[in-house]
Nanobody
Framework: QVQLVESGGGLVQPGGSLRLSCAASGSIFSINAMGWYRQAPGKQRELVASITTYDRTNYVDSVKGRFTISRDNAKNTVYLQMNTLKPEDTAVYYC?????????WGQGTQVTVSS
């Protein structure tokens, strides 16, 4: 059974950077588009970045130019490089396939942007 485990979150000052990683226990990357989602307190979960099996990427407007999604199929891992972080990026970040499967939601990783 496939499981997704997110890591790399933390506390960072505005303008700082973080790199999130999502490791899968099974080989799903070769057949699925992958995405990074986030959920801030009191808000709905949103898809912020996605990458297809052909490495075509897409971003929500609020992160364009600051976040970069990438994937390594050999390592069954998807990454999210986050630069120039803002307080409004504070959220729990999750990875999942696109469109998501409810059974694949993991624990997520907390990202807090604060001075």
């Amino acid at each position: 059974q496939v499981q997704l485990v997110e890591s790399g979150g933390g506390l960072v000052q505005p303008g700082g950077s973080l790199r999130l990683s999502c490791a899968a226990s099974g080989s799903i990357f070769s057949i699925n588009a992958m995405g990074w989602y986030r959920q801030a307190p009191g808000k709905q979960r949103e898809l912020v970045a996605s990458i297809t099996t052909y490495d075509r990427t897409n971003y929500v407007d609020s992160v364009k130019g600051r976040f970069t999604i990438s994937r390594d199929n050999a390592k069954n891992t998807v990454y999210l490089q986050m630069n120039t972080l803002k307080p409004e990026d504070t959220a729990v970040y999750y990875c999942n396939v696109v469109p998501y499967y409810n059974r694949l939601w993991g624990q997520g990783t907390q990202v807090t942007v604060s001075s």
